[in-house]
């Protein structure tokens, strides 16, 4: 969708504390109320972490890194990198990565860049991932401009901020000689845009099976957490029919266009729950031949979402019926049979929520709270709907598993 382009140079810790549990592109409105409070032992381990002088020193020096990692955004924000397209980028921010410490880091099958920071052993495995892909098409002038202290280019702020944000944060790590115990997985990963489908970080859980968590760096207002995963499904619908002259054939045709047109008439009529919110659209119309020429063809791309997957297939199965039911009428209509209709599946991305009482959601509103700011908890489709949709699969237990023995 598109999104401002737009992005203020505020302080890095801004985005360090509203990215810590992977949000974005957020719808406005709640998705669920703030949790009041958090469980002890979160609030007992926010109040080590900012009471200990090491991790003061460490937001420090993400400050400090503020201006350098601008130099970063801008480089990047300067590589145009459309959905399928990611590869350019995706060569210079494997050249940063390595040059900041990760020189085993490498470009998978899928066009992610991927790079391992090992712990000392025997903890979680955190993936920490921000997308290379923007939905600006091919020759978009890309060049960042600078104005009243805020730097405005296409996709600057979704996602090359997360981006920079990323490189940023590997390398206060290495300044600092931090040694984590769990591994950090630094991605950046293509395909989150558009038909991109989240290709490119289905292939990082698919390549990496050991992943216990996740932080996906988005731009959302201070204090957004993304806790809901809005699923989407997309259909191209193309309608064919023997096509004819305007006069000539009339009676004897039906027509591509008014079957499609009554599709759309029906399809406008359909309601859907307003919570969980449930949406559709005819996004994009075309076809037909010449003004004084019966359709032979006529095609239209149909977006259909909702927060839960439920309401979304209940909403999919009576957009799918009443084109069939289009096309029905429109060849009685003429008393003929060859009007036809095909339906292609061209986009689909899981929906799933993590409950607003779960660890992660509850950490992420004490960062907020250590930084400032009020939680808003939010749903959006974005990489992190991925996770969602893998956080209770079998191999989180087999680390479990792992970290247990160690313990013994
Ligand atoms: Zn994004």
């Known amino acids: 969708m598109p999104r401002p382009a737009s992005l203020r140079l505020a302080p890095l810790a801004l985005a360090l504390a509203c990215a810590t549990a992977g949000l974005a592109h957020a719808q406005t409105g709640a998705v669920a109320a703030t949790p009041s409070q958090v469980r002890p032992d979160v609030d007992k381990a926010y109040t080590q972490l900012m009471a200990s002088p090491q991790v003061q020193k460490l937001l420090d020096a993400v400050k400090a890194d503020h201006d350098r990692s601008v130099e970063d955004l801008k480089m990047l924000t300067e590589i145009e990198a459309p959905p399928f397209k990611e590869q350019k980028r995706a060569e210079a921010f494997l050249a940063r990565?390595?040059?900041?410490?990760?020189?085993?880091?490498?470009i998978d099958a899928e066009?992610?860049?991927?790079?391992?920071?090992?712990?000392?052993?025997?903890?979680?495995?955190?993936?920490?991932?921000?997308?290379?892909?923007?939905v600006f098409p091919a020759g978009t002038d890309v060049k960042v401009k600078e104005r009243d202290g805020k730097l405005y280019a296409p996709g600057i702020s979704d996602d090359t901020r997360g981006l920079s944000v990323l490189l940023s944060w590997l390398k206060v790590l290495n300044d600092n000689k931090v040694q984590t115990v769990g591994d950090l997985l630094f991605v950046g990963n293509v395909g989150e845009e558009e038909l991109g489908n989240l290709r490119g970080i289905k292939a990082v859980?698919?390549?990496?099976?050991?992943?216990?968590?996740?932080?996906?760096?988005?731009?959302?207002?201070?204090?957004?957490?993304?806790m809901l995963g809005t699923g989407s499904h997309r259909y191209e619908v193309t309608f064919k029919g023997p096509g004819?002259?305007?006069?000539?054939?009339?009676?004897?045709v039906p027509s591509a266009i008014h079957g499609m047109g009554r599709a759309i008439a029906k399809i406008a009529d359909i309601r859907t729950?307003?919570?969980?919110?449930?949406?559709f659209t005819?996004?994009?119309?075309?076809?037909?031949?010449?003004v004084n020429t019966i359709a032979p063809d006529a095609r239209m791309a149909v977006d259909i979402r909702s927060d839960e997957m439920a309401?979304?297939?209940?909403?999919?199965?009576?957009?799918?019926?009443?084109?069939?039911?289009?096309?029905?009428e429109e060849n009685k209509r003429w008393n003929v049979n060859t009007l036809s209709v095909s339906t292609k599946l061209i986009g689909d991305r899981p929906g799933g929520r993590t409950q607003s009482d779960t660890?992660?959601?509850?950490?992420?509103?004490?960062?907020?709270?250590?930084?400032?700011h009020k939680t808003l908890l939010t749903g959006a489709s974005t990489d992190a709907t991925c996770r969602c949709r893998w956080a209770f699969r079998p191999s989180s237990s087999a680390a479990a598993a792992r970290r247990a023995a160690s313990t013994r």
Request: hydrophobic content about 40%; overall charge negative; aromatic content about 4%.
């Open 359 to 372: 660890v992660i959601v509850e950490a992420a509103t004490r960062a907020n709270a250590a930084f400032g």
């Open 205 to 226: 859980f698919r390549d990496h099976l050991d992943i216990d968590g996740m932080v996906g760096l988005e731009p959302a207002p201070d204090g957004t957490v993304l």
């Open 282 to 290: 005819v996004g994009t119309v075309g076809g037909g031949t010449s």
């Open 244 to 252: 004819g002259h305007s006069f000539g054939a009339f009676g004897q």
């Open 311 to 328: 309401p979304l297939l209940e909403t999919e199965k009576k957009i799918l019926a009443a084109i069939d039911e289009a096309v029905v």
């Open 111 to 134: 066009g992610n860049v991927v790079g391992l920071r090992k712990g000392t052993g025997n903890g979680p495995k955190l993936l920490i991932s921000a997308h290379l892909d923007t």
């Open 273 to 279: 729950p307003s919570f969980p919110k449930t949406t």
């Open 97 to 106: 990565m390595k040059a900041l410490g990760l020189t085993d880091a490498k």
